[in-house]
């Protein structure tokens, strides 16, 4: 089935450096993906849409310019968590679709630790 | 966005059927009705999803109710594998984009 590969699996970074998370679509175009933030023993919510070639869609109370998000092909989209302090901790999950009203298939998630 | 609600953990038994439901009285008429499940530590894998008929495929089965205002997610033969919490999400345009948008989702045990 379709694949949607995320790296890094996991990273630590000093607090007020950035780090940058890549998701890939590997059989499939996709021109929208989708990031998420989920913290210990919670469900996953929705940060922001990411569209190719255009500008990302944000959830209400997400800060943009804290969370960048680059999609600059069909099969990949990244996002940089900028000055990450340790509230930023969390684990990041990315999404895609092959298409209208399939499924969603989700990358293996990428638990970032801020000290 | 339409809403679903779940109970926030059921128990079952290895090899017996589990029914997992879901309550969606808000959903529209062009939302598709998903289901996914995550393990610890990793992202949410697909289950099954439909729209308005019953459907089968090697993992479960989805049976939705005729007013679509409610679905249960049916594992014919539980295995320790399938201890998970289970999302059950309705699909739309929201926005342009077809989003899924999380709710708290079922905890599922499965005892030896």
């Known amino acids: 089935g379709a694949v949607v590969s995320q790296h890094p699996s996991r990273v630590i970074c000093k607090s007020g450096t950035s780090v940058k998370i890549e998701c890939r679509s590997l059989d499939f175009q996709a021109t929208t993906m989708f990031w998420y933030r989920q913290f210990p023993k919670k469900s996953l919510m929705l940060m922001a849409t990411?569209?190719?070639?255009?500008?990302?869609?944000?959830e209400q109370g997400v800060e943009k310019d804290k969370f960048l998000i680059n999609h600059a092909s069909l099969t990949l989209s990244t996002l940089t968590v900028t000055s990450a302090h340790p509230e930023d901790s969390s684990f990041y999950i990315c999404?895609?679709?092959?298409?209208?009203?399939?499924?969603?298939?989700f990358g293996q998630g990428t638990r970032l630790t801020v000290v | 966005d339409a809403k679903t609600t779940q109970p926030n953990s059921m128990e079952s038994n290895e090899e017996e059927p589990v029914h997992l439901p879901c309550n969606h009285s808000?959903?529209?008429?062009?939302?598709?009705i998903h289901w996914y499940r995550q393990l610890p530590s990793q992202g949410p894998e697909y289950v099954i999803h439909?729209?308005?008929s019953n459907v089968n495929n090697r993992m479960a089965s989805l049976a939705i109710a005729e007013d679509r205002k409610s679905s249960t997610l049916i594992l014919h033969r539980a295995t320790l594998r399938d201890a998970a919490v289970y999302y059950c999400i309705l699909r739309g345009l929201i926005q342009g984009a077809q989003k899924l948008v999380f709710g708290q989702g079922t905890r599922l045990t499965i005892n030896p």
């Open positions: 439909g729209l308005t």
């Open positions: 808000t959903i529209s008429g062009t939302d598709y």
């Open positions: 990411s569209n190719e070639g255009s500008k990302a869609t944000y």
């Open positions: 999404s895609a679709n092959p298409g209208r009203n399939t499924e969603a298939f």
